[in-house]
Every structure is written in C-alpha cells, then in structure tokens.
C-alpha cells in the first residue's frame, strides 16, 4: 500500500514539473505610482525592443499614456479628457513608468467557448492555462483576438501624485466601441496585486484596433462569437 501511494506521489509530482513557466519581465509598480506619486520612467523602450517577438504593455512615463508592444512593434497612445487622441509607432526617447513584457516567438490558439465560462474571464483564463501545462500561479501573458460585443477602454492621463483610481479614470479618455474586431493583449498572474494588476483582478488587458491603429486600457469587455485565446507555445 505504501508502494502504491509513493508511486501516487510521484505521478503527481511529475504532472506538476510539466508544467513550464514563462519568464515575464516587469518594470516598475502600479502602488507606487497610485500611492507614491512616483512618475519617472524606469527603463527606455528601446531597450525593451532589441528582442524579437517582445510582447508588453503599461503606461508612459509621467504618467502621459499608453504603452503596447505587439510582436516588437511599439505603440504608444496619448490623449486627453475632452481633447484627441494620438499615437505612435516611435520608441525613440521614449521611457515606460510601468512595464510587463514576455518574449513569445509562438502561440497556440483555443477557440473560445462562452457556455464554458461559468465563473470570470479571469477563472477560465486559468484553467485553460493550466490545461495546457502552463503554470497558472506564474505570470503569463494571452492575447484574446476576434470579435467583441463590447470593449470599454481608456487612455491614461496623469491627475497629479494625489489621484484616486477614481480620479484616474475620469481625468483619463475613455471610450466603448461595440461589434469590433480588435486584439487584446493581457497578462495573467495570482501574485501581483498592486504590481502590475490591481487590486481586484488577477489580469492586466490592453486593448488594440489595429485598424485605427489606437491601443488602450482594457477596462471591460464582453466576449463575441469566434473569439481565440492564445497562450505561449
């Protein structure tokens, strides 16, 4: 019996050391800019971008923006409330105040299954994570690509050192687009709240229509028909 058991032990021991991690880079922490009024950028784009197939978001530095990294191509948003918004693909001179980044040279696809999402987003993200032997409790980054019913996202704007989330959100430009085809880029972790995801959610998500060539903040989103998620290969 104790044979059988070790044996037990072992086969699940094993499952587990299948599982591979993902090396995700991160720069910067989201409490210390809410909290601390901390606005200096801690690492040049540009530096981020001499690898290929570089995947990341976060904000500019100051606190002016948006930052995306798809396939090692850079966009950066700029806006204000009540003003137009700009973008740009130039990473020159450029600082990031938070940044994630993952080097993923390839993807699976899983098509999504929305009577399967019984719980969160967030929840199934796990789970098919998991299912398909990556560590669901390490960082990781998905991209969701297809289309959305709805996607309310925003551009960040600096409301000052003292600013809530609140302050943040109505100083920032905000936008819903409905029935779109855009491109989302996120990164998954359980550990860290207040590092590179809030407080109440276990995923940071920008959103990119690469269409109009805007990318955001992905504040809420509801999932359309042919939706994929993607996780590294």
Avoid at 44 to 66: F, I, M, N, R
Avoid at 200 to 206: D, E, G, R
Avoid at 209 to 229: P, Q, R
Wanted: glycine share 8%; net charge negative.
């Amino acid at each position: 019996m104790k044979n059988i058991l070790l044996l037990v032990g072992l086969l699940l021991i094993g499952c587990q050391s299948d599982q591979k991690s993902i090396h995700v880079n991160i720069y910067g922490e989201l409490r210390q800019i809410m909290h601390g009024g901390v606005r200096d950028g801690v690492v040049a784009l540009t530096d981020v971008l001499q690898d290929e197939h570089v995947y990341g978001l976060g904000a500019l530095e100051g606190l002016e923006g948006e930052i995306l990294i798809w396939d090692s191509k850079p966009v950066l948003t700029r806006a204000k409330k009540g003003g137009e918004a700009s973008f740009t693909n130039n990473a020159e001179n450029e600082k990031a105040l938070l940044l994630v980044t993952a080097t993923v040279k390839d993807w699976i696809e899983i098509p999504f299954n929305n009577t399967q999402i019984e719980t969160s987003l967030n929840d199934y993200i796990y789970q098919i994570a998991k299912d398909n032997n990556i560590n669901p409790e390490e960082p990781f980054p998905f991209i969701l690509e297809g289309n959305f019913t709805k996607v309310k996202w925003h551009i960040i704007s600096d409301p000052g050192p003292d600013g809530t989330h609140e302050d943040h959100m109505n100083k920032s430009w905000n936008r819903t687009v409905e029935n779109t085809n855009a491109k989302i880029l996120g990164f998954y972790s359980t550990k860290h709240h207040a590092v590179f995801t809030h407080h109440s959610t276990n995923s940071h998500m920008h959103f990119y229509d690469e269409k109009s060539g805007y990318s955001g903040h992905a504040d809420e989103l509801i999932l359309g028909e042919n939706t994929i998620l993607k996780l590294p290969k």
